[in-house]
C-alpha cells in the first residue's frame, strides 16, 4: 500500500476554484493509477476522476467534466486536482486513492480497484 495525505480544501463561493494536492509516499508512485473519489453528506462515495500510471490518459465522471482537471507529478510523487467554476453540489470530502495494481490501463473507476486512500480533505462551495 501506499500512505496518501490530501490537502486543499476549503470554504469557496460557487464559481470559485480550488486546488486539491495528494502527497504519497511508500511505493513507487509512478506506477501507478491514482483517483479521485468524493462523498457528499449522507451520500455513497463516489468516483471523480482518474488517472492512468504515466498521466497520458485521464477519465472524468461526467458532473465535472470542463471544470475539473487531474495531473500528477511523478518526480514529486503528487497528484493534484484544479476545481473551476464550483457548484454547491460539488461539497463533499474528496479523497484521494491509488490503484491495487500497478501499470493498469483503461478505466478505474470502481473504489475496490483501490487500495489506498488517503484521510479526506473537505470542501464546501457556499451559495
Known amino acids: 500500500q501506499v500512505q496518501l495525505v490530501e490537502s486543499g480544501g476549503g470554504l469557496v463561493q460557487a464559481g470559485g476554484s480550488l486546488r486539491l494536492s495528494c502527497a504519497a509516499s511508500?511505493?513507487?508512485?509512478?506506477?501507478?493509477?491514482m483517483g479521485w473519489f468524493r462523498q457528499a453528506p449522507g451520500k455513497e462515495r463516489e468516483f471523480v476522476v482518474h488517472i492512468t500510471w504515466s498521466g497520458q490518459n485521464t477519465y472524468y465522471t461526467d458532473s465535472v467534466k470542463g471544470r475539473f482537471t487531474i495531473s500528477r507529478d511523478n518526480a514529486k510523487n503528487m497528484v493534484y486536482l484544479q476545481m473551476n467554476s464550483l457548484k454547491p453540489e460539488d461539497t463533499a470530502v474528496y479523497y484521494c486513492a491509488a490503484d491495487r495494481n500497478p501499470y493498469r490501463v483503461g478505466v478505474i473507476w470502481n473504489s475496490g480497484d483501490y487500495d489506498s486512500w488517503g484521510q479526506g480533505t473537505q470542501v464546501t462551495v457556499s451559495s
Open positions: 511508500g511505493r513507487t508512485f509512478s506506477s501507478y493509477a
